[in-house]
């Protein structure tokens, strides 16, 4: 058995030469649920408005910040932009991927890709989490892109906008790259017709040819009332931060702001931060202040932790849709107490949809479920041992019946303390915990992997191998058995 690590200069040399790594948990630091760790919203955008980064804060910053938010905002050039056009364009801004894990990521890159690309591929990177916000998505955005420039493999468009998924847009992509989407990702909940429309592309899209890749928590999506809503929680997050500019911007009540309103609300904020008047203010105090005097985000959310309106269990028990109080597992062919499968048909294409997770840093033992596929050749057929927030399927939404497995849960290994640590109720009879897989969906292909939640996953080069394997296979350019692993 191995255990893969974090792979920077001296990781690589040790892969040439043993192959056998050791993981230390915590990774960047990172990793747990969403970052942050409730540090509250001054410190987030103090760093946004900081534009050339030299710690500190002025008036003019603050201007032309707020102003490059808005135009980003109105792509329609309307003057009014509502909260969700302001969210959108603040996501980029919000969700930044850090230097040192970018480093880390590219001193893994893995070399001589499995197959050559049959033409040129275009892929687009979709990163709108409308439920829980992972802060690796940045990085595994950035992954993709990498991974494709090394040997030409596709070109990379990464947009976090639910309007981009349109059946015109669409056309000039071989491949959709679902980066830990959360939530009812593609929903307009103020416009039917547009959600339809995005649904109706989105298969199309892989129906009629192309290709699905989804990370982690892109099975984390449409298992809960669309018609409701979905609360963010996570790392430095641009609803939060949407929703404090709208609401304290906003001051003609007419839920949109004009360029006029958020230039006065940027030279408010400023004044009432600026305590001094020295038309300068340090990132720290900035931070300090803005806590203080303007964030109103509501208790254990905002930006630093929170779930997403979701419940977290106990005791390090890590976190389940259904209460753990259920003393009982759901038994197979009945839905779980109140899940509601809003899209069942995006649960089918994208294999099953999540319940539960290990809480970060769970030791995960990692079976190869078929180690002859050229999807899982960078293992060489040998389970390894991984620290990750790993992901389960509620019972009856997962089968083998329906994907053909590439690795899974070595469960049998597990401690009966680890198994204890999930809820009975979401806990799966059958003991069959997929982590990636393959399968077609129509004439397309779908590829999904359920590890990526900690910033160190995409510095581990076989896992960077893994993912590039599986998006080549979705591309079409890499063959592989995608018969169903129970027939």
Known sequence: ?????????????????????????????????????????????????????????????????????????????????????????????????????????????????????????????????AGFIHSSIPLAAKTVEELGKK????????????????????KQYDLIFLDSTTGCFLDDPKDAAATAARRKAFMDFVNDGKGIAGIHAASDSYHTDCSKGGGAGGSANPVTASNLIMTQGDTNGDQKLSRQEIDALAATWFDKLDTS??????????????????????????????F???????????????????????????????TVLDWPEFNKLIGGYFKFHWVYPQLITVKIDDPK???????????????????????????????????????????????????????RTDGDYAL??????????VFYEAHGHAENIYAMTPMLEHIRAGIQYALGDLKADDSPSQK
């Open 308 to 338: 997403g309106g979701r419940g977290r269990s106990g005791g390090g028990r890590g976190r389940a849709e259904t209460a753990a109080s259920t003393e009982k597992r759901v038994p197979q062919g009945q839905t779980p107490p109140g």
């Open 277 to 306: 008047k020295a038309g300068s203010i340090s990132r720290e105090d900035f931070a300090t202040r803005f806590n203080a005097s303007i964030s109103r985000a509501p208790a254990g959310g905002g930006f630093g932790g929170g």
């Open 151 to 170: 040997g030409n493999l596709w070109t990379t468009t990464i947009s976090y906008d639910p309007a981009d998924i349109t059946a015109a847009n669409l």
């Open 1 to 129: 058995m191995r255990t893969l690590i974090a792979v920077g200069a001296v990781g690589s040399l040790a892969l040439a030469v043993g192959m056998v790594y050791a993981q230390a948990p915590g990774g960047s630091g990172r990793g747990g649920r969403g970052g942050g760790g409730g540090r509250g919203a001054g410190a987030p955008m103090a760093e946004a408005v900081d534009t050339n980064n030299n710690d500190s804060v002025t008036r003019d910053e603050v201007k032309s910040a707020f102003d490059a938010w808005y135009t980003a905002a109105d792509k329609a050039k309307s003057g009014a932009v509502t909260q969700f056009q302001l969210q959108v364009a603040l996501t980029p801004v919000f969700n930044q991927a850090k230097p040192a894990d970018v480093s880390a990521m590219e001193a893994a890159l893995p070399s001589t890709p499995a197959a050559k690309p049959a033409k040129a591929h275009k892929v687009l990177v979709y990163g709108n989490a």
């Open 373 to 427: 596929s050229p999807l899982t050749a960078m293992f060489h057929g040998q389970e390894f041992e991984i620290h990750d927030e790993t992901y389960t399927f509620a019972q009856d939404s997962f089968s083998r019946k329906n994907v053909h497995m590439l690795t899974s849960i070595d469960y049998a290994k597990m401690s009966d303390i680890d198994k204890d640590k999930e809820p009975a109720a979401t806990g």
């Open 436 to 445: 990636s897989y393959i399968h077609k969906q129509g004439k397309g292909r």
